[in-house]
């Protein structure tokens, strides 16, 4: 078996679009010359790397492990990459991090300025995706770093604590409920709710948790921040439920109450998680340990 990485890359944007055609054109290569060197990657194999059908194509078994580990050579090479550019002018070195709304949006934001202050030649991508998720985008190549709540599997992925996560319940200081001091959520799913855009990770979750409740939330509107969400609580909009971190810091200003939602899924342990400390470069590593120590 002889793959170079042009086949690795053409293999992997194949499957990011889910077709040959968009795959070649995202390697800018022609479509003759993509087949080619797929069927080349599939005879040395002696197996089908993908399986075409009606909607695109998706990979076999097969093309699930080269899949995998296509993802590790090549983020392996950027790694390299981006370690020999830290000693080129003007060169960063490129961190992708993948994250829950949560870590997004209370934890990391100060974190990530100190290390972005004290490491000027890094720069980090981060991207705002369910736990789930993010554990397959570390375990596959996509991430090196991954933000996680300790409520998923993480499988053979290393982690370290980063965070304590609890979600309350708030509501106008005229509300009915606000002389309430704890509740559960299925005391108040039959309530109109002010959310997160539908797109947030945090927003599926709690959509997730009322139905295994026994009735999805209804939600007059979404907006982009806990700062406007917090806003509209205020006005007697509807309530929400939001990270306590973000109610604290409200509160001082805003009139709301902040109710304890005693679920056991509403206090969360986040977690720093990678494939291996060891292996990760430089900059990786130091942004783990900044991270676990803050």
């Known amino acids: 078996m002889r793959f170079d990485l042009i086949d690795l890359r053409l293999f992997l944007h194949i499957l990011d679009t889910g077709s040959i055609t968009h795959g070649a054109s995202r390697a800018n290569m022609s479509l003759p010359s993509a ?46 990459q981006g370690e020999l550019g830290e000693h080129q002018e003007g060169r960063k070195a490129c961190i992708r991090l993948w994250t829950n709304t949560a870590a997004m949006t209370e934890f990391l934001p100060s974190a990530i300025a100190v290390f972005l202050r004290d490491h000027p030649n890094v720069q980090i991508d981060m991207k705002e995706r369910q736990s789930t998720e993010t554990v397959k985008a570390v375990l596959g190549g996509a991430a090196e770093i991954g933000i996680i709540s300790d409520a998923v599997d993480h499988g053979a992925l290393h982690t370290l604590p980063f965070a304590v996560d609890k ?20 005391e108040v799913v039959d309530r109109e709710f002010i959310g997160l855009d539908t797109e947030s990770a945090l927003q599926t979750y709690l959509g997730e948790r009322a139905l295994l409740a026994g009735q999805a939330l209804s939600f007059r509107t979404h907006v982009r921040t806990f700062d406007s969400v917090c806003c509209m609580v205020e006005q007697g909009a509807g309530v929400a439920i939001v990270p306590a971190t973000a109610a604290k810091r409200y509160r001082g200003t805003l009139g709301i109450r ?13 977690l720093i998680c990678m494939r291996d400390l060891n292996g990760m470069a430089r900059a990786e590593k130091a942004l783990v340990r900044h991270l676990s120590g803050s």
């Not at 708030?170 to 409920?177: A, F, N």
């Open 35 to 80: 087949s080619a060197r797929l069927r080349g990657m599939e005879d040395a194999l002696g197996m089908p790397l993908l399986e075409r059908g009606r909607r695109g194509v998706e990979s076999t078994p097969t093309g699930d492990t080269l899949a995998h580990h296509a993802r590790l050579v090549l983020g392996q090479i950027e790694r390299m």
């Open 167 to 186: 979600l309350v319940l708030i509501t106008s200081r005229d509300d009915v409920l606000a002389t309430r001091r704890r509740v559960t959520l299925s």
């Open 258 to 270: 902040v109710i304890e939602l005693t679920d056991n899924w509403a206090t969360r342990q986040l």
